[in-house]
């Protein structure tokens, strides 16, 4: 699979501001609890949990070049970056691979979810209201 480079950044207050609103953020996909003191517990991942079989059934398997993998190495977010056209899904990448953390984002071939396969992530963000 050929990976693409779309990124096209202006300015980090343009990057800022395009993701405060964007729907597939670990953040946004977390339900959230609030302890009585303040506290913000991230109980549940809704693409992780509810979702996990119509994800797991459209994952391809990718096979890094050298270049490839010097250059995403530890890197999820530039990864997702260029598949997706958004940083915010590198915590699906670790996901679905089994990883504890970037940390473990070293493997030359690894799993990711079909680029094609997004129009399933946006109907189950319509469908959440996330």
């Known amino acids: 699979m050929k990976i693409k480079e779309t990124h096209n950044i202006a300015s980090i207050p343009e990057f800022i501001k395009a993701g405060i609103n964007n729907s597939y953020t670990l953040h946004n996909t977390n339900i959230h609890f609030y302890t009585d003191d303040g506290y913000n517990l991230a109980f549940e991942n809704v693409f992780r949990n509810k979702y996990r079989s119509i994800i797991m059934s459209n994952l ?3 096979t890094f070049t050298d270049e490839e993998f010097n250059k995403y190495k530890y890197r999820p ?3 997702s970056l260029d598949l997706y056209d958004t940083t915010d899904l590198w915590h699906i990448l670790i996901w679905i691979n089994d990883f504890e953390s970037i940390a473990d984002f070293n ?23 996330i």
Not at 107 to 129: G, Q, R
Request: charged share 30%; glycine share 0%.
């Open 107 to 129: 493997k030359k071939t690894i799993k990711i979810l079909n680029p094609e396969a997004l129009t399933i992530l946006n109907h189950i963000v319509e469908m959440e209201k």
């Open 77 to 79: 977010k530039l990864l």
């Open 60 to 62: 391809l398997k990718l």
